[in-house]
């Protein structure tokens, strides 16, 4: 998806509803080389990352 300005203020309405889920997943640090390279070859499935210090 491509963003653009009414895509964003549909995302906009949509986030005090609820009707916006993320799928996060908390990683260690010492596996970030490894989350990193999955996310550059685009195989992270959709899942957000954070990595945990």
Do not use: C, N, Y
Request: glycine share 14%; charged share 25%; proline share 4%.
């Amino acid at each position: 998806m491509e963003a653009d300005g009414h895509t964003l203020g549909d995302l906009a309405a949509l986030a005090p509803t609820g009707e916006i889920r993320i799928d996060v997943q908390t990683t260690p640090i010492r596996d970030g080389i490894a989350v990193a390279d999955l996310v550059a070859a685009g195989r992270s499935g959709g899942i957000k990352h954070v990595l945990e210090f």
